[in-house]
């Protein structure tokens, strides 16, 4: 619900809110294009009570009506904090859903906090687990990860941080391809990266010094949400916001950082925005998909080591 308000606060070209909830009174503070309460015979309008289950019969008994809001659409973005009853229990539906109407279907999800206990923790993964079976990426941020970016922040600021990266993510690829930019995508872009694209890990930085976009970069390739060995991602697509000062030179060079930092193999798609409202910095987002990342293993999976990963590598090579 956050995010979504804070989405229609700043706007998002080209994309629109579908708020979706088990509670009535929540639903009814959040600022949204269109809003479902869903599950009122199961919950009758008062949330899922942290139960998974219920978030799941809840959406299964509005299946017609989320389909509906859905038609139309190209991109499908599923956004919620994992732990909890409706968003963990719920999203997995609305993707099965998506996908069975041959969307393009992201999640973008954050896990909790571990002060919020070791229950949301439990839905969190399962939920994860099931979100990975039926969207083409899910998109990770591991809330304690922020507190390694801001470590003095109370829980309550850190909460809207999280948020604030929610939309960031949704905002940065959507409007990569709708918002005219330098340079801009088209949805065969980034589709090229996010069809298929397992989990995917989000890093930011920021920078106005001399030199700016080198440090920038090098900022979010070394980002703590950025939790992975960088050098296995299957894909990534990077977001570059400027001053209006920033040559196309900047933003190319980026591309080139993050570029040399992957695999020759990987899959780089990239949009350049100028904004106004920054006064001499460069932002840069990347999103690196199909990582090897702790939350994309199976319980009791383990990740490949080198070895194997050269086995399987050339195992491939052969077949070709």
Known sequence: GNTISRMMEVGIKGAETVA??????????????????????????????????????????????????????DLVFITCGLGGGTGTGSAPVIAEIAQRLGLLTVAVVTLPFSVEGRRRSQNAVGGLQKLREVVDTVIVIPNDKLLEVAPDLPIPAAFKVADQLLMDAIKGITEMITKPGLINLDFADVKTVLDNGGVAMIGIGSSDTDDRAAVAVEEALNSP???????????????????????????????????????????????????????????????????????ALKPGERPPTKEEEGETNLGLESLG
């Open 225 to 295: 949400l950025l939790d992975v060995d960088v050098t296995g991602a299957k894909g990534a697509l990077v977001n570059v916001t400027g001053s209006p000062d920033m040559s196309l030179e900047e933003a190319e060079a980026i591309v080139g950082q993050v570029s040399e930092a992957l695999d020759p193999d990987a899959q780089v798609m990239w949009g350049a925005q100028v904004s106004e409202d920054l006064k001499k910095s460069i932002n840069v987002m990347v999103i690196l998909s199909g990582v090897h990342s702790p939350y």
């Open 20 to 73: 979706l909830n088990t509670d009535a009174q929540d639903l009814l503070y959040a600022t949204a294009d269109r809003k479902i309460l869903i599950g009122s015979e199961i919950t009758d309008g008062l949330g899922a009570g942290n139960d998974p289950k219920k978030g799941e019969e809840a959406a299964r008994e509005d299946e017609e009506l989320i389909k509906e809001h859905l038609h139309g659409a």
